[in-house]
């Protein structure tokens, strides 16, 4: 892992770029953000009130934001509004804003700020749902997802869905497929990427099989230039002699190293029993398809988890 967040950081030091911190009480936000703006990677926007930081910890290097006093409120407010397209009043809109995250949001998407970490002392929807609203999902993205980085010495996976969307469909799948590969790219993987099910090219047919099986021919024309197929096992797309046994005529069985599970239980159990049972470090989950980074993290993270998923986002708005 060491490895990975180093390459990150020369990507991401001199670039000048600003990640926003709604959760300014928790200590563990204000640690990273120290430790972040003294190594120079980046400017930490801490937002609340400066004189509510404990005296004990040093922001001096990081920029603070009061929601209360911030001279482009009534502009944030309109542009708010504007975005929610008719859902909120001006009254509701100012309300709302004082809100940290979605006040944290909207700098992200008026481009003051580069991206959004949270989620320390929030829910996932309280993080995801601002984002959703303000942000939304880049275009022919139908559906942000989120994907874990998976890290055990020099071995590095990419699986994906495993944190947000219940069923997707087939079309939402390709989707995934084609982003979770320029995400394997960002941290550098060169992507094989594997539709995973139950099934190995139609080994058996059922409607999930099928589904799995529909994703991956769309993904395939979507003409993305990354190699993708499915569907296939686990060890078919993991285990050379396996891939080859079960499908051989493709270039990813037994080769992958970037995993599309066919819903979230899937892949939520997935990683997990990687994580727990392979001793694999599990980073994220990291939000992507949206048109700016905005990451969420465990309420039970600690200071070196925000650090390292504050330069992940970094990393993420050089390539978004």
Do not use: W
Not at 288 to 301: E, I, K, Q, T, Y
């Amino acid at each position: 892992m060491a490895n990975i967040i180093d390459k990150l950081k020369q990507q991401i030091t001199g670039k000048g770029l600003k990640i926003v911190f709604p959760e300014t009480h928790d200590e563990r936000i204000l640690s990273a953000a120290i430790k972040l703006s003294k190594e120079d990677l980046l400017k930490p926007i801490l937002i609340g009130n400066a004189n509510d930081i404990p005296k004990k910890f040093d922001v001096s290097l990081c920029e603070i934001i009061d929601p209360l006093t911030y001279k482009d409120f009534d502009k944030m407010v309109d542009s708010f509004v504007l975005r929610r397209k008719g859902k909120v009043t001006t009254d509701e809109a100012r309300k709302i804003l004082l809100n940290e995250n979605y006040f944290g949001t909207m700098l992200v998407y008026m481009n003051k700020v580069d991206g959004l970490v949270s989620g320390a002392t929030r829910s996932t929807g309280e993080t995801v749902r601002p984002a959703l609203q303000i942000i939304k999902t880049k275009p022919g993205i139908s559906r942000t997802f989120g994907y874990f980085l998976m890290v055990k010495g020099e071995e590095k996976y990419i699986f994906a869905d495993c944190a947000i969307n219940p069923n997707p469909t087939a079309e939402q799948l390709a989707e995934f497929a084609i982003e979770s590969a320029k995400a394997a790219e960002m941290f550098g993987i060169v992507p094989k990427v594997s539709l995973l099910s139950f099934s190995t090219n139609g080994s058996a047919e059922t409607d999930e099989s099928k589904k799995v099986a529909l994703a991956t021919k769309i993904a395939k024309e979507s003409n993305s230039g990354y190699e993708i197929d499915g569907e296939m096992q686990f060890d078919a797309a993991f285990v050379p002699s396996v891939g080859l046994k079960k499908y051989p005529s493709s270039k990813v069985a037994g080769n992958a190293n970037t995993f599309i599970f066919p819903d979230l239980n899937s892949g939520n159990i997935g990683y997990k029993i990687a994580q727990r049972l392979g001793n694999f470090e599990a980073i994220g989950p990291i939000l992507a398809g949206l048109n700016s980074p905005v990451n969420d993290l465990s309420r039970g993270c600690n200071a070196e988890d925000v650090y390292k998923t504050a330069i992940i986002t970094a990393a993420q708005a050089l390539i978004d």
